[in-house]
């Protein structure tokens, strides 16, 4: 419990780090003079949930219980969900059949990829890991 409030918080203030951020590059590039409030909260909502969300769901990587296949299934069913709800609901993506599917076809690959590189990253720390182990002893 207390590793899920923390990614939490870390979620939360990263996620509206982010939309700061965002507002800024908005304003001082983007050439707009002033903005629209009720806009800025929603996005920065949208912001803050994306944060949390992004920090906390690798919590399910951790529960040992499950198999690694379990596990990714898990993880990327519950991120495509609640941010296709959350981009519907503040207009990130455009409601539609064509749409859902695009972002279906971008959250697979985007997926698969990160997935890809992150095993293969862990899969070397681990050997490289087991032949220091092998030199201590």
Known sequence: MRTFLYRSMIGIFFGGFISTAVTIVLIYFGGQPTLDGQAFIINAL???ISGWLFTV???Y???RSLRLSMQTALHYLTVTI???TLGLWIGWIPIGVKNFFIYLGISV????????CFYLYFK???K???EDLECIE
Do not use: H
Request: glycine share 4%; hydrophobic share 55%; aromatic share 26%.
């Open 57 to 59: 769901t690798p919590l």
């Open 46 to 48: 949208g912001f803050i």
């Open 128 to 130: 490289k890991l087991n």
């Open 61 to 63: 990587f951790e529960i």
């Open 109 to 116: 690959f985007v997926y698969a990829s990160m997935w890809i």
């Open 82 to 84: 609640v941010y296709f």
């Open 124 to 126: 070397n720390e681990s």
